[in-house]
């Protein structure tokens, strides 16, 4: 029922051709560093996991992971909220 | 029972990865556990056909070479029940596989699945012999034109020295208005040239381009015609008789487009 009212009114859900390119930046960027977007995820994990060892992360939700096209370079960017510095020893 | 059915065509872009994609998603929807498998190595293109390429890890390749099990690799649709996607490598090329792999693979996927799709990458190269290695049957796709009719003559010849049984033809791309012009080869033309059993007719419909655009296969919209044509495909793959054709209206009646726009009338089709 949501959708017919969305149809009149005219809001259908976003255009299909910005989903399309919206898809295909996407695509073209994991293609270019032959990392699959499960990949990044893996990869993302991982990286998490060391960080929380030296400082205290502040939720996974905040995190964010993803890779940007540059002047003919791809760049990772990351932001991770820090709450604070952990100080437990070190197991090493 | 299952089965592996190879779809090919010879000539590119004639709809083998929509083909796929859709037979794929509708056998699912009829309660089939389906594998789908991207056999064009270093171009994969069913993943996003299917608008599954944000859930890739592993790949066609990485099974082969032991990097991971089979089940890792296999991604569910969560849309449709039963339906999994084994992606192509997309950086390496197609001879990375061997027929005799492809075999020990699809061998292996048959212990969990009704139905094995293979979607075969254009050429006539590694890459069919590749994707007919393991395969029980043949759909040939090809559309209304002199070029995609040659290639698929040419197919159909290969795919009998392969000594697969004879296969069936999926006429994609069809335009009602053209053939009643006398602008588009029409059914019987392409049958005679080509003398393989039809399985269906696909019209070309605006829905395909925003089906693929949002990777979202057009069999799961109930109203769209062409949707309809892909079910009855699946219908006839699963050995039901005398499925008609849906109808090529031209030009539908004002009401019924209303309806259609709604979202209340079914697709159009029944006799024809």
Known sequence: ?92 | MSECIVVTSGKGGVGKTTTTANLGVALALNGKKVAVIDADIGLRNLDVILGLENRIVYDLVHVIEGECKLRQALIRDKRAEGLFLLPAAQTRDKNAVTPQQMRDLIAKLKEDFDYILVDCPAGIEQGFKNAVAGADRAIIVTTPEVSAIRDADRIIGMVEAAELPEPELIINRFRAKMVEAGDMMNKDDILEILAIPLLGIVPDHEDIIVSANRGRPVVFDETSIVGEAYRRVARRVLGEKDVPEVVFETEPGAWKTFLRWMGLAPARGMAG
């Open chain 1, 1 to 92: 029922m949501k959708d017919l009212i969305n149809r009149f009114l005219g809001r259908t859900n976003k255009n299909s051709k910005d989903e399309a390119k919206q898809r295909l930046k996407f695509l073209l960027i994991h293609d270019q560093v032959d990392l699959t977007p499960g990949q990044l995820e893996a990869m993302k994990t991982e990286i998490l996991e060391v960080i929380a060892r030296y400082v205290e992360v502040e939720d996974l939700e905040g995190t964010e992971f993803k890779l940007e096209r540059g002047d003919g370079h791809v760049a990772l960017v990351s932001t991770v909220p820090v709450r604070r510095v952990v100080q437990r020893a070190q197991a090493s």
